[in-house]
């Protein structure tokens, strides 16, 4: 060998050419290559700044992304490779000289132009590198790949003082794998560093679609999605996957491509896992029962102390390791590579999985991710734990967003397993409850009382708080309101003096049982406190998080709310119940149900019936699938009142027949039972029959129908004392209305169809004033529509005024010109009464003429008089 190639630091000698061509040659791509012009605009964008760190792990295409724009840019890039053989300062020095001439950088009268040999004197070397650098073309480009390989504290330390002031015309590029020890903080705090990560880099859909499309795949777009989603944007996963699809004739499917696919397997062992040390290698292969892990979970499965040091030294690796958010609390492993950790696991050490899967769920437990801690259990078989954690912490969560992922974990336990313990019953049970089985639940927990008796009294109170919280499931379903609330009420007690179940279960509990006893007191006719307890219900389970006892509480109230005639309130309640089930993917749920109905009786008072129809649908879809007696027999009259509406009396009158004989044995709804007469009477009277029932409002309408004033009259005056909710004052109003204008009462009739009018209005009720047929509530309408101004506009969406044009409203002083009318004063009297002017009192008279289609004083009277006016 020549002396030349035996001294590092002369610019590459002859014998050592082909070398450096290699090592300050930029990568070329492949033809056909992926266009990434999303990365192309951020290295674009790097250059504004002096130095841009491009750092991900092995295969996330961080040579190829920058060899890449720089081939489609034409930038002249000097470009160096180094490896760990350049672990010299003189060596890693001559190495940059030569990127820089190769690229034609260095111009002549450079101090580094002539240089035969780099100093070997570190402060010669730094002052040389400094003043050439700084006099090298504006926009120069260098780029330093894989710096992971340089770990000499000389190389690093003289690379770190260059970058204390960056060369102003130099723009550097630093491409590795793990974060560079290079002091780079004070460049990241001064704003002078760009950064390129994992996240940049990993494919999108579309430029992932451009690689399967190479192999000759033809994927969908959610196939696209699944794949980028698994790989998370890894270029070489992507590649792996797309050999992988394509060597089998189609056979294979996404999800048969997962980390312990041979390819991926032997990559990530050899790239990412070979250079761990050993207790690394083990803290992955142990952790990786996790899809997120913290330092204290970790510790708790490895059963050490070292946790949260190992997981920085990862993720500042980019070894796919993640951190979840800005500080080093919890972290994740990439799909692929904990596939291959799993495998790795179960081939290695295949005795220790469940007893780290044990440890896992009891960490979960503590720190009350309880989800996360079934599902650990489950994976360790350990069946009694389940049972355990399930009675004292899950089980609530079956209403609660968390429900969908709860039921997937319980169908994890084996069916044999499921009648073992009294709690694992439970387990079996909340199946039931899921899937609607509720007259097989009673069974269930009466098994698993069973299995109590020979148990300390101190062990007993879980499964006890969830047998009766099970048990109201049961009574509900079957229409008990009596046995309901009995049941509620006793557990309510049993949870005020609990003491071995945590107090987040005891809350979600106890707002399972306060709107189970608003439902009962509902329907049991004390409404007063039904609705303390359902507001009481939907706001504990709001805090509890089980957000479908909450929708189910709130859908109750606009039940109740409507039916007392409260149909604004009503309205908000259900479409905000509606809205929260709709968000949470529980549009069909049976909780939502009740919201359902209650927002379509809202939309049949406001005479909407498309909107009620609309609504109707929904809750039925709900109701079929999860049926509930009360919510059944809300369900036909809502049927029945559509009908009605609809002008089928007939098929109105069927749901009641049907409602009669096809009632559940055990229901006790005494509320509903009395709104569903009030209906079906009302329905016999749209038929022209006498309707049934003691309800004196309908009798009071049939009697007037056949002109039986005095006995309509007398049973009205029972409605007005009977009748406490808005829908029946506004019915009760109108028919009063009626009764005074047929005895001869005309303003009497118009001053109270003028109440009803206001308070129909201020509800956006409709529907009563389109049930009497009587040809006098035109004219009364219209007499409101000029006594009423402010609601003129209400009256004019009501029934069509039959044979009249619309006439304009009075105003308020109009009115009061108009009663004077009637009487012997003159204007100008009628100006000093009034404290007006006598040219006011006459313009107001004018208009009073113009409004009654009146040409003198003595018409407008008249005319007044016929309508009701006066």
Same mark, same amino acid.
């Given at each position: 060998m020549s002396a030349d190639a035996e001294t590092p630091g002369r610019v590459a000698p002859a014998v050592l050419q082909p070398l450096v061509a290699a090592k300050t040659s930029r990568p070329r791509t492949i033809r056909g290559g992926v266009a990434r012009q999303r990365l192309h605009d951020l290295l674009d964008a790097a250059l504004g700044k002096p130095v841009t760190l491009i750092c991900a792990g092995a295969g996330w295409g961080k040579t190829t992304g920058v060899s890449g724009w720089a081939q489609e840019r034409g930038l002249p890039v000097a470009w160096l490779s180094v490896d760990r053989h350049d672990n010299d300062p003189q060596v890693f020095w001559s190495y940059l000289l030569a990127a820089l001439r190769v690229a034609g950088a260095v111009p002549a009268g450079n101090p580094l132009a002539d240089l035969v040999a780099v100093p070997a004197d570190p402060r010669e070397r730094g002052r040389l590198f400094a003043a050439g650098l700084a006099r090298l073309p504006a926009g120069t480009v260098l780029v330093v790949d894989d710096l992971q390989e340089i770990d000499d504290a000389d190389v690093l330390g003289e690379l770190t003082d260059l970058l204390r002031h960056p060369p102003a015309p130099l723009r550097l590029l630093l491409i590795g794998r793990a974060e560079p020890p290079l002091r780079l903080h004070r460049l990241r705090a001064a704003g002078q560093l760009a950064e390129i990560r994992a996240e940049h880099l990993a494919f999108a859909p579309d430029e992932a679609a451009e690689i399967v499309g190479r192999h000759g795949l033809a994927l969908s777009a959610e196939e696209m999605a699944t794949l980028v989603d698994r790989t998370e944007g890894w270029a070489t996963g992507l590649q792996l996957a797309a050999t992988f699809l394509a060597g089998h004739d189609g056979t294979r499917t996404i999800t048969d491509f997962t980390g312990d696919v041979r390819g991926v397997d032997d990559y990530l062992t050899e790239e990412v896992l070979a250079d761990r040390t050993r207790r690394q290698r083990r803290f992955l292969l142990q952790t990786s029962i996790c899809e997120n892990v913290c330092a204290g979970l970790a510790d708790a499965i490895t059963q050490r102390t070292d946790g949260q040091r190992i997981l920085e030294e990862l993720e500042h690796d980019n070894d796919f390791v993640v951190r979840l958010g800005a500080k080093p609390l919890w972290f994740r492993y990439h799909q692929l590579l904990r596939d291959v950790l799993g495998h790795r696991l179960r081939l290695e050490s295949p005795a220790v999985v469940p007893d780290l899967h044990r440890r896992a769920a009891r960490w979960h437990a503590a720190n009350n991710s309880v989800l996360e801690a079934l599902a650990h259990a489950v994976s360790a078989r350990d069946w009694a734990y389940v049972?355990?954690?399930?009675?004292? #912490?899950?089980?609530?969560?079956?209403?609660?967003?968390?429900?969908?992922?709860?039921?997937?974990?319980?169908?994890? &336990?084996?069916?044999?397993?499921?009648?073992?313990?009294?709690?694992?019953?439970?387990?079996?049970?909340?199946?039931?409850?899921?899937?609607?089985?509720?007259?097989?639940?009673?069974?269930?927990?009466?098994? /698993?009382?069973?299995?109590?008796?020979?148990?300390?009294?101190?062990?007993?109170?879980?499964?006890?708080?969830?047998?009766?919280?099970?048990?109201?499931?049961?009574?509900?379903?079957?229409?008990?309101?009596?046995?309901?609330?009995?049941?509620?009420?006793?557990?309510?007690?049993?949870?005020?003096?609990?003491?071995?179940?945590? &107090?987040?279960?005891? /809350? #979600?509990?106890?707002?399972?049982?306060?709107?189970?006893?608003? &439902?009962?007191?509902?329907?049991?006719?004390?409404?007063?406190?039904?609705?303390?307890?359902?507001?009481? =219900?939907?706001?504990?389970?709001?805090?509890?998080?089980?957000?479908?006892?909450?929708?189910?509480?709130?859908?109750?109230?606009?039940?109740?709310?409507?039916?007392? =005639?409260?149909v604004r309130e009503a309205a908000t309640l259900a479409g905000g119940a509606?809205?929260?089930?709709?968000?949470?993917?529980?549009?069909?749920?049976?909780?939502?149900?009740?919201?359902?109905?209650?927002?379509?009786?809202?939309?049949?008072?406001?005479?909407?019936?498309?909107?009620?129809? #609309?609504?109707?649908?929904?809750?039925l879809r709900g109701h079929h699938s999860d049926p509930e007696a009360a919510q059944w027999l809300v369900a036909v009259g809502v049927q029945a009142r559509l009908a009605a509406a609809r002008g089928d009396v007939a098929a109105a009158r069927k749901f009641f027949d049907d409602a009669r004989r096809d009632r559940h044995p055990r229901i006790r709804v005494p509320a509903l039972d009395r709104w569903l007469a009030r209906t079906e009477a009302a329905v016999d009277q749209a038929a022209g029959a006498d309707p049934g029932g003691s309800e004196p409002l309908p009798l009071a309408r049939a009697a007037f129908a056949k002109g039986d004033l005095r006995r309509a009259q007398s049973l009205l005056a029972e409605v007005t004392t009977a009748e406490r909710d808005t829908v029946g004052r506004i019915e009760s109003g109108i028919l009063a209305a009626l009764l005074a204008d047929a005895r001869g009462q005309p303003v009497h009739a118009a001053d109270l169809l003028a109440d009803a009018v206001t308070l129909a209005a201020g509800e956006d009720i409709r529907r009563p004033f389109l049930i009497p047929a009587d040809p006098r509530l035109d004219a009364l309408l219209q007499r409101a529509r000029l006594l009423t101004p402010l609601v003129a506009d209400f009256v004019g969406t009501l029934r069509p005024v039959r044979g009249e044009q619309p006439v304009e409203s009075l105003s308020e002083r109009e009115t009061e010109v108009l009663r004077y009318l009637a009487t012997m004063l003159t204007a100008a009297e009628i100006a000093a009464d009034l404290g007006v002017s006598v040219n006011t009192v006459k313009a107001h008279m004018r208009s009073v003429y113009r409004k009654l289609g009146a040409s003198r004083r003595t018409e407008a009277v008249t005319l007044a008089r016929d309508s009701g006016l006066l």
């Open positions: 049972g355990r954690l399930v009675t004292t #912490q899950a089980a609530p969560l079956m209403v609660s967003a968390h429900r969908p992922a709860l039921v997937r974990i319980l169908r994890g &336990v084996p069916a044999e397993r499921l009648t073992a313990t009294p709690e694992l019953m439970i387990c079996a049970a909340l199946l039931l409850f899921h899937a609607g089985d509720y007259d097989g639940i009673p069974a269930r927990l009466y098994a /698993a009382r069973e299995l109590l008796r020979d148990r300390p009294a101190g062990t007993r109170e879980p499964v006890e708080i969830m047998s009766r919280t099970l048990q109201l499931s049961a009574d509900r379903a079957a229409g008990d309101m009596p046995a309901l609330l009995a049941g509620a009420n006793r557990l309510v007690d049993l949870l005020g003096s609990a003491r071995t179940v945590p &107090v987040p279960a005891i /809350a #979600q509990h106890r707002a399972i049982a306060l709107n189970n006893r608003g &439902v009962a007191l509902l329907w049991l006719d004390r409404t007063g406190e039904a609705e303390r307890e359902l507001w009481a =219900g939907s706001y504990a389970a709001r805090v509890a998080g089980v957000e479908l006892a909450e929708i189910n509480a709130t859908g109750h109230l606009a039940l109740l709310k409507v039916m007392s =005639g409260s509606v809205e929260l089930a709709e968000s949470r993917g529980w549009r069909y749920a049976l909780q939502t149900v009740a919201a359902y109905f209650a927002l379509a009786l809202v939309r049949l008072e406001r005479h909407d019936l498309d909107g009620a129809g #609309q609504a109707l649908r929904e809750g």
